[in-house]
């Protein structure tokens, strides 16, 4: 029904910034809370960050100061820049997009990304 199709992972030294975008696709009436999470090896999978769909953001205690995510409802994108990063950011980092299906909010779903590797080291 919905795809999501992530990118920007991938190898950066500590200090450095890295940008990641997840675009969705398929059968979409209207997408509210967009969402980034990660998961470390051996660990739970945990928020990093949510967008509303009115552009209202919250960020997770460990990010905050180092990370911005936006969208662009046009494009049906969100984004993450992560600026500062530091080793244990290193993380599988996966979107997390709430779709209503149909004009029924009966059909609300949330759907995930394949995931992308990010890996903080010198």
């Known amino acids: 029904q919905v795809q999501l199709v992530e990118s920007g992972g991938g190898l950066v030294q500590p200090g450095g910034s890295l940008g990641l975008s997840c675009r969705a696709s398929?059968?979409?009436?209207?997408?509210?809370?967009m969402a980034w999470y990660r998961q470390a090896p051996g660990k739970q999978r945990d928020l990093v960050a949510v967008?509303?769909?009115?552009?209202?953001?919250n960020y997770a205690d460990s990010v905050k100061g180092r990370v911005t995510i936006s969208r662009d409802s046009a494009k049906n994108t969100v984004y993450l820049q992560m600026n500062s990063l530091k080793p244990e950011d290193t993380a599988v980092y996966y979107c997390?997009?709430?779709?209503?299906?149909?004009?029924?909010?009966?059909?609300?779903?949330?759907?995930w990304g394949q995931g992308t590797q990010v890996t903080v080291s010198s």
């Open positions: 997390n997009v709430d779709v209503q299906v149909t004009r029924s909010v009966l059909s609300t779903r949330q759907f």
């Open positions: 398929g059968m979409i009436f209207r997408i509210n809370a």
């Open positions: 967008i509303s769909s009115g552009g209202t953001s």
